[in-house]
């Protein structure tokens, strides 16, 4: 396998994409290739009754993302579409394609428990009134474990910033 340079950039089919007849949009952020891509959203509108996916956790890499920068990247797309239209994902699950091994499944565990980790009042002053994380929070992609319900596309806003506030 060779470098990865000719990924498509999402400034290029957005507008392809906005197309497609979706209740959300999964992409991959995280990655380098596509990081810097949350830009695109300060120029595109999102649709309303759309909700956006961006892959917070990368698969591109053995180094477990710190929670800060995992926040980070929410933050970022909440501030130009809404915290209500983003929903925190994974980018392309844990391999780039069927059968790859490049995340050892251990490493997708630790990657799994950075997500479950943030905390809301990372959040206070970008997006909005500072809120407490709800214990139903979910991220798309995992397991709500006071549900025991696999996440769907209308999650709670973000996953991990929901607009709700813990009682004092």
Request: hydrophobic share 40%; net charge positive.
């Amino acid at each position: 396998m060779g470098p990865r340079i000719h990924d498509m950039e999402l400034k290029d089919i957005v507008d392809i994409v906005l197309k497609i007849n979706a209740g959300a949009y999964s992409f991959e952020a995280a990655n380098p290739r596509h990081e810097h891509e949350w830009k695109v959203w300060k120029n595109v509108k999102l649709p309303d009754g759309k909700i956006l996916i961006p892959g917070v956790i990368s698969h591109s890499t053995i180094l477990v993302e710190h929670p800060e920068l995992v926040a980070e990247r929410i933050v970022r797309y909440a501030s130009v579409v809404g915290r209500e239209n983003v929903i925190a994902g994974f980018d392309c699950g844990f391999a780039t394609f069927a059968g790859s091994k490049e995340v050892h499944p251990s490493l997708s565990g630790a990657k799994f428990q950075v997500a479950q980790r943030r905390r809301a009042d990372r959040f206070e002053g970008v997006v909005g009134e500072k809120t407490n994380p709800s214990p139903t929070a979910e991220v798309a992609g995992t397991k709500n474990p006071t549900s025991g319900n696999a996440s769907s596309a209308r999650s709670p806003p973000i996953g991990a910033v929901p607009s709700v506030s813990t009682p004092p």
